[in-house]
Each structure stands twice: as C-alpha cells, then as structure tokens.
C-alpha cells in the first residue's frame, strides 16, 4: 500500500534518525511478517532520498523482537541493502521491486533486484506492489517481468502484490506466481472493525479456493489509528488495537503466514498516514504490545451461526441503485450459515443476461449478520441494466458464467436455496 513511486536516483539520507523503541528483554509472540519501509522525518522516496546503512540497521535491529520476516517495497536507492541486514540479524525477507509507469525505473529495480537474489537468496522476490491495481503495467508486462526474474535467479521464488479482487480478476498472473500475494483490507471496504476480520476471511476462503493448491499469503492488511472514515470503518488507536489483536489471532488459528501494513507510521505520506505498529517517532502505539504480549481473541470470524436463527433460506434486496447510478446492490440473507454460501448477482442489459461483478471473480460472500454488498456496474452499459437477480447459493456451487445468455438456465434456480429479482 505504498502510494507512490519509489524513486531510483539522486538525494542525501535526509535527516537524523529518531531513537527506536528501546528492545524488550522478551516477548511472548513473534508475529510471522511485517511490511516495511524505512522513511521518517522529512525524508520521501518520491524525492530521491537514500537510506543510508546507520539508519536501516538500527530500525531493523529493532524489530527483531517482534517479527520472524520483513517484507520491503523497492530494491534501489538503499533499499537494495536490507536484504543483507535483515539477514544478518537472522530475519527472513521477503524483497519487494517497485513497479510504476516509468520502464526504464522498472529496469533498474528489477536488475538491481536480480542482483541482490543472486547474492542474498531471500525468501521471496515480490515484483511489483498493487501495480496492476494501479493499471501502471498492463497484466502481460507484469508477467513479463516475473518471467525475467524467475530466469535469472531459479532458485528464489517470485510473485506479485495486489488486492484480492484485482488477483481474482487476473488469473494468468497469478499463474505465473509461485505462490499468491493478498492484500486485504476490510478498513478500505468501510467494514465495521467489529467485522472486519471476517470480512477478511470470507475474501480470503474465495482467493484460496479459486487458486488451490497454490499457497495464499496476506501480503498487506491494517487499520489507521487516525485519519477519515471509511463508511463503518472508524480510524482509531483503539480500533487499531482491536484489528491487530483480532487479526493476528486469526493467522495464529489458521497458521497463516501474514504480513501487518506496517511498522511505523511515515510522515511523507500525508493524509494517508497512520498505519504504523510504532508511531512517526518509533515509540510503539499505545496497545499494540497486546499482541506481542500473546493477546488472542476467540473465533469471531467464521460466521457459522444463521443470521435470524434456523428457517426456510431467505435472500433480500435491500438497496437497489436507480438506473445510471454506479453504486454497490446491497441485501441480506436470513436463516443459512454466511461462512457455508454465497451471493451470485446477473444483470439484465439490452435484453441480455451478464453475471456480476466479473467473469474471474462471480461469487459475493456475506457478512457474519448476512449483509451483503455487490459491485453491479463493472464495465459496457452496466448501469443501464433493467432487471436484477441475486441467488443464495451453497460455496461449493460453481455458478453458470452468463455473458450475454437470453435467460437464466434452469439449473440455476434449482441449486440455489433462495433468489430475489427486480425490474428497474
């Protein structure tokens, strides 16, 4: 979730560091990773600062009590020496090669990148972060440069980073992934921090059983301590705390390998700042020592109980967007268990049936209290669509793929448990 380009050139190393977070003696729980970028005071990687040694061996030092891995975002500008120090404090590392708009900048991290492979043989190389998502390369050029780098160095595995819905969406890449590399994050959906997790996880059960038997990895998710809302997701130290502490008790549950968005807030980052395990100062952030103190919260995130208890299935449209509107269809579903079925939407545009929201991706899960939400305008004359029909169907029913069909085949109403229509 870095938000913008990591410059390749130019600059000093910018200000005097602040004084890490004083090392514990101990510490009950190692988290598995922790996304991370060095940058403090005024220093910015959009205007050509480098990271000299001093500055990143101090904050790495200072994470290990805290993580087994880092994961990083570039492989210039002094990025590219993490890797060796990471190393020699015995954590795993995880690189990152930031892709952008600018090829001959994409050429440079990448050759930089094989060469610190080749050296190094970190865990993983991760190349490119959210840059499809970004539309900054185009899926063949992403492929491309994962080709290129598997070439050289054989023997470190390689992947990229997106969010989970733009993965879904571009199965060829993620073929040419070693393994899949998720971002999640349920504060940017606006999910109540209450649900978030199980926002998560339901995400998380879709991106594993399109891609299986290839390893899922949580490559970024987190809550802002400060900042706006987003819809129900309420920006707070406390609700930091509380999706720290719930997330990671999910990864411990599921021996998930995952990666917390990030170790400490960056000022260059303006408006967007606030994801930070420490603060801008790396003075840890009240509470988040809960977790590493071995804090768990119990299974909130499975959403097994029936929303309205036991009963006949029951699927309702509870917000329909007007024609020409783009907003989300919203419903709720009563008396089934959320984590066992999902939501399938088609719209019907010129006389024509199309599933939503795509071809790659046509399930919708459903919320622990059976509330669902729906993206029905994905590309042509979506938002002119003139009937909508939603179906509540089992997770192991594999949906017909409509795109363009006359009418809704039989076999779908008789393996769904519950539908609801509308004529706009």
Same mark, same amino acid.
């Given at each position: 979730?870095?938000?913008?380009?990591?410059?390749?050139?130019?600059?000093?190393?910018?200000?005097?560091?602040?004084?890490?977070?004083?090392?514990?003696?101990?510490?009950?729980?190692?988290?598995?990773?922790?996304?991370?970028?060095?940058?403090?005071?005024?220093?910015?990687?959009?205007?050509?600062?480098?990271?000299?040694?001093?500055?990143?061996?101090?904050?790495?030092?200072?994470?290990?009590?805290?993580?087994?891995?880092?994961?990083?975002?570039?492989?210039?500008?002094?990025?590219?020496?993490?890797?060796?120090?990471?190393?020699?404090?015995?954590?795993?590392?995880?690189?990152?090669?930031?892709?952008?708009?600018?090829?001959?900048?994409?050429?440079?991290?990448?050759?930089?990148?094989?060469?610190?492979?080749?050296?190094?043989?970190?865990?993983?190389?991760?190349?490119?972060?959210?840059?499809?998502?970004? !539309?900054?390369?185009?899926?063949?050029?992403?492929?491309?440069?994962?080709?290129?780098?598997?070439?050289?160095?054989?023997?470190?595995?390689?992947?990229?980073?997106?969010?989970?819905?733009?993965?879904?969406?571009?199965?060829?890449?993620?073929?040419?992934?070693?393994?899949?590399?998720?971002?999640?994050?349920?504060?940017?959906?606006?999910?109540?921090?209450?649900?978030?997790?199980?926002?998560?996880?339901?995400?998380?059960?879709?991106?594993?059983?399109?891609?299986?038997?290839?390893?899922?990895?949580?490559?970024?998710? #987190?809550?802002?301590?400060? #900042?706006?809302?987003?819809?129900?997701?309420?920006? *707070?130290?406390?609700?930091?705390?509380?999706?720290?502490?719930?997330?990671?008790?999910?990864?411990?549950?599921?021996?998930?390998?995952?990666?917390?968005?990030?170790?400490?807030?960056?000022?260059?980052?303006?408006?967007?700042?606030?994801?930070?395990?420490?603060?801008?100062?790396?003075?840890?952030?009240?509470?988040?020592?809960?977790?590493?103190?071995?804090?768990?919260?119990?299974?909130?995130?499975?959403?097994?109980?029936?929303? #309205?208890?036991?009963?006949?299935?029951?699927?309702?449209?509870?917000?329909?967007?007007?024609?020409?509107? *783009?907003?989300?269809?919203?419903?709720?579903?009563?008396?089934?268990?959320?984590?066992?079925?999902?939501?399938?939407?088609?719209?019907?545009?010129?006389?024509?049936?199309?599933?939503?929201?795509?071809?790659?991706?046509?399930?919708?899960?459903?919320?622990? *209290?059976?509330?669902?939400?729906?993206?029905?305008?994905?590309?042509? !004359?979506?938002?002119?669509?003139?009937?909508?029909?939603?179906?509540?169907?089992?997770?192991?029913?594999?949906?017909?793929?409509?795109?363009?069909?006359?009418?809704?085949?039989?076999?779908?109403?008789?393996?769904?448990?519950?539908?609801?229509?509308?004529?706009?």
């Amino acid at each position: 979730m870095l938000l913008a380009s990591i410059s390749c050139g130019g600059g000093g190393g910018g200000p005097s560091t602040p004084t890490p977070t004083p090392t514990p003696t101990t510490v009950k729980y190692r988290v598995f990773g922790i996304d991370y970028s060095p940058y403090v005071n005024a220093q910015n990687p959009n205007t050509g600062t480098v990271v000299d040694d001093t500055q990143l061996t101090k904050q790495i030092e200072s994470l290990v009590p805290y993580t087994k891995n880092i994961r990083t975002f570039g492989c210039t500008a002094g990025l590219e020496k993490i890797p060796h120090i990471a190393k020699s404090f015995g954590l795993g590392v995880y690189v990152g090669v930031w892709i952008g708009k600018d090829l001959a900048a994409n050429d440079r991290e990448i050759q930089s990148c094989i060469t610190v492979a080749q050296t190094e043989q970190p865990d993983a190389v991760i190349i490119g972060s959210e840059a499809l998502l970004r !539309n900054d390369v185009t899926p063949a050029q992403l492929i491309a440069y994962l080709n290129q780098f598997r070439n050289a160095v054989r023997s470190v595995r390689v992947t990229t980073a997106d969010t989970y819905l733009t993965l879904e969406n571009n199965p060829a890449v993620v073929a040419a992934c070693d393994f899949v590399f998720a971002n999640y994050y349920p504060f940017w959906e606006g999910v109540d921090v209450s649900r978030a997790v199980a926002s998560l996880h339901a995400a998380d059960a879709l991106l594993q059983a399109k891609y299986a038997p290839k390893e899922v990895i949580v490559s970024e998710t #987190g809550w802002k301590s400060r #900042g706006s809302a987003v819809g129900q997701a309420v920006p *707070s130290l406390e609700n930091a705390r509380f999706f720290f502490v719930n997330f990671e008790s999910w990864a411990q549950a599921g021996q998930r390998k995952t990666f917390y968005f990030e170790d400490h807030d960056e000022s260059w980052k303006g408006a967007d700042d606030g994801w930070g395990i420490w603060d801008e100062n790396l003075a840890m952030k009240p509470g988040m020592i809960d977790v590493f103190n071995g804090a768990t919260m119990p299974d909130n995130w499975t959403c097994g109980a029936a929303p #309205g208890g036991p009963g006949t299935p029951e699927i309702q449209l509870t917000s329909v967007p007007p024609i020409g509107s *783009s907003n989300p269809l919203r419903g709720q579903v009563w008396h089934v268990a959320p984590a066992d079925y999902r939501i399938v939407v088609y719209i019907r545009v010129s006389g024509n049936w199309w599933v939503k929201p795509f071809a790659e991706s046509p399930l919708t899960t459903i919320s622990c *209290s059976g509330s669902w939400s729906a993206n029905i305008v994905t590309g042509g !004359n979506d938002q002119q669509a003139t009937q909508i029909a939603a179906f509540l169907i089992p997770s192991t029913y594999n949906p017909p793929i409509l795109l363009g069909a006359q009418s809704l085949p039989a076999s779908l109403y008789a393996n769904s448990v519950a539908d609801a229509s509308v004529n706009r």
